[in-house]
């Protein structure tokens, strides 16, 4: 991501439906002003919704676009909203405060509450986090594991939070990416994401360098390590929460994607704790 599209930060310019319309026209001059025949040749050649009249509709900013023609968008714009989240966050809760969606029931069935008392489940959505949770996060942890397979867009974004993490005395900070070395693995992955093996192992190298660049002397153990093998989720583990996204099967990236907040002592948290422990087990240090 560069420096101008951290600048372009939907959560901060798109709470309202207008304010997110300009980020999007902002976006689409990033991307070299597309023309509106253009991109919808581009949703034709790719089998996405990206219609002149519906384009026109999006930038225009009178109401907010469906998730779908969302997504479309940012891809012929560009963006990989798998990677950088924060355009379906944000639309995720423009769409609750318009519509009520993500009001939860008064009265949730007592089998169900127990349920969740049981999991520790904090939170249950199809988005990561929006960024004032994610700094919430940050604020005060000391134990951070981070379980990609480069993740690089989620470390820019939060560059400033880890950065100070890494300062903290006696804090540590913990990542397993993908094993570059493992033929397997980099064969599994680059064909579930679409990207070149090549391209994969670079992400996966600059990610790993990224992460030893942030140790200082007096501050939080850096720990990056290497993990071969398919991934069926993605996690955060911010002391005693954990952030946890399922990945997807398919191809499509309209596709949505649970992504579950968990905390201890649930038996969920108790899944991600025993998952990390069996992941550090099979791991290697990264060099």
Known sequence: MT???????????????AGFA??????????????????????????????????????????LPSRELLLAFLEACGVDPVEDTRWLAAWTLLAAD?????????????????????????????????????????????????????????????????????RRPGARIRVFLADPADALTVRVL???????????????????????????????????RYWPGDRAFSCYRFDTTAVLGLYSHGRSRAAAVPVLVCSEPG???????SELQAIETGSRPAR
């Open 267 to 273: 038996d969920l948290f108790r899944f991600v704790t």
């Open 98 to 166: 318009r519509s009520g969606v993500a009001a939860a029931p008064k009265d949730l069935p007592d089998r169900l509450a127990a349920d969740i008392r049981t999991a520790g489940l904090l939170r249950l959505g199809t988005t990561y986090l929006p960024d004032f949770e994610w700094k919430r996060l940050f604020a005060t942890v000391g134990e951070l594991d981070i379980f990609v397979v480069y993740g690089q867009t989620w470390r820019h974004l939060h560059a400033p939070e880890l950065t100070e993490l890494a």
């Open 190 to 224: 680059s064909d579930r994401f679409a990207i070149d093996p090549p391209e994969l192992v670079s992400r996966i190298e600059n990610t790993r360098r990224d992460y030893q660049a942030l140790a200082v002397p007096g501050g939080a153990e850096v720990d990056v």
């Open 22 to 63: 300009e980020c999007l026209r902002r976006l689409r001059a990033q991307a070299g002003n597309p023309s509106l025949r253009r991109l919808e040749l581009w949703g034709q050649q790719n089998g996405r919704p990206l219609a002149r009249s519906s384009v026109s509709d999006l930038l225009r900013g009178g109401r």
């Open 3 to 17: 420096v101008m599209e951290r600048r372009l930060d939907p959560l901060r310019g798109g709470t309202t439906v």
